[in-house]
């Protein structure tokens, strides 16, 4: 099925705003440096080779498909984006030693593409909003699944636009509105994926099928994203790559120590008003569940009265409304046990949780993984996801905080933590730990 030709002008249209928007990020970039280039002829042969420097990087973008960059996750977008960066900044590297004074000018070339880099991505979301502000951006999908998981996939393509994906139900796989020219493109969800004889039928009414992977909120059939470069269609994997243990160790430490020295006056206020307020110890360990299984003891600030456990089950006894809430998840919106004034500050800024960085660095906890829970809520977790778990470090942030933070119930809370430990990868925590920050800022679910 081809292509009509306002759906060919529209992708035209933008391919070309996203282009021109990588062409401004690196206008920017050779902006900022332009000041410390030689005005000398190394100085204009170098200005050639950062030209040349900036197309290759658009060229290559656009071999690796993220020119629009349909159907690919965030953080496999970054991945290409890093590596592309890398080829060409060695490439320009060599082209600058050729120089007279290649050497001296080396620190240019790295600072443009750096730059490039940290623009590029901020400019490249300008332009796809303008894209979608002007009705142009994403393409036409028939999404096939059943009547329980249809209302949740198209919700999870309408918030999440970027992937240009512009969902519309299927009642059967060549099915859609008869009103309106048909999708060409079928997303089907595991429940009703077809037989293999049946595929070829099926491709007949659609250029093209995608059998859908498991989404951080729905499970479909345990595909996973990483084996066919970040899409968000997949074929069976029976296990992730996680990379090196070392890199992540070398991670860890290279972020939890500069933190905590940064972050030591914030904690030191915190804690005398948290005396001040009812006094006692201001910090605790909490008991959690670590790796393999093993005890493990997180440090926190108190944000609590001493008498929590006291007030909570009064709370529970005496409120069946609060009761109810705190079954489904053993958070409460209006905690009376919460200290008054810095206790809901430290936790909607997350503070209470910066003394977990001694955790860190430790090696008990990492920066990215599933959070370590209490007994009582890991009970309300089928087994089988609590030895998988067990497989993994437990982390300070994770895809549930940047999802829906607390205010995923139990089920959506495993859900997002089991997606998380079948598609892990140093991109997806680059991805996470990039989003924690905004996630906090929002303050969504944290109370």
């Not at 096939?144 to 209302?151: E, H, L, Q």
Request: net charge positive.
């Amino acid at each position: 099925m081809a292509a009509s030709w306002t759906e060919r002008l529209s992708l035209l249209a933008v391919l070309s705003l996203l282009i021109a928007g990588d062409v401004c990020a690196y206008a920017l970039a050779y902006l900022l440096i332009e000041p410390f280039l030689p005005a000398n002829s190394a100085g204009a042969a170098l200005h050639r080779i950062l030209v040349l420097a900036m197309f290759a990087t658009i060229v290559l973008a656009a071999s690796r498909s993220l020119y629009p960059g349909y159907r690919i996750h965030d953080h496999e977008q970054l991945r290409r984006r890093a590596a592309i960066s890398a080829i060409v900044a060695a490439l320009a590297i060599s082209g600058t030693l050729l120089l007279p004074e290649g050497k001296r000018l080396i620190f240019a070339v790295t600072a443009f593409l750096v730059a490039g880099l940290i623009i590029q991505p901020v400019i490249h979301d300008i332009a796809r909003r303008l894209c979608r502000r002007l009705g142009i951006w994403g393409e036409r999908a028939a999404i096939v699944a059943g009547p329980n998981r249809m209302p949740v996939l198209l919700e999870h393509f309408k918030r999440h636009w970027r992937l240009g994906i512009l969902p519309e139900p299927a009642l059967a796989h060549g099915g859609g509105d008869a009103s309106r020219r048909a999708p060409r493109i079928a997303l089907i969800a595991g429940d009703l994926a077809p037989p293999l004889e049946e595929l070829a039928a099926t491709r007949r009414h659609f250029a093209e099928i995608v059998l859908l992977a498991d989404i951080p909120t729905l499970k479909l059939t345990g595909l996973r994203p990483a084996d066919i470069g970040g899409q968000i269609g997949v074929r069976l994997a029976f296990r992730s790559k996680p990379g090196p243990a070392i890199v992540r160790r070398a991670l860890d430490l290279a972020i939890a120590l500069p933190a905590m020295l940064l972050l030591a006056p914030l904690i030191g206020i915190a804690a005398i008003v948290i005396y001040a307020i009812d006094p006692g110890p201001v910090f605790f360990w909490h008991a959690r569940e670590g790796r393999a299984g093993r005890p493990l003891h997180v440090l926190k600030l108190r944000t609590m009265y001493r008498d929590a456990e006291q007030r909570l089950e009064t709370l529970l006894r005496e409120n069946p409304g609060m009761a109810a809430e705190w079954s489904s998840h053993f958070k409460l919106r209006r905690d009376p046990r919460i200290l008054p004034v810095i206790g809901p500050l430290l936790r909607k800024t997350s503070l209470d949780e910066v003394p977990q960085l001694f955790n860190i660095i430790s090696g008990e906890m990492t920066l990215v993984g599933p959070r370590p829970f209490p007994t009582y809520h890991l009970l309300a977790m089928d087994k089988g996801f609590r030895d998988k778990r067990h497989s993994v470090t437990p982390g300070l942030t994770g895809l549930w905080q940047i999802s829906d933070r607390s205010d995923a119930d139990i089920g959506l809370q495993q859900q997002l933590d089991e997606f998380y430990i079948d598609n892990r990868s140093l991109w997806l925590d680059w991805h996470i730990l990039a989003s924690t920050v905004p996630a906090v800022f929002k303050r969504g679910g944290a109370y």
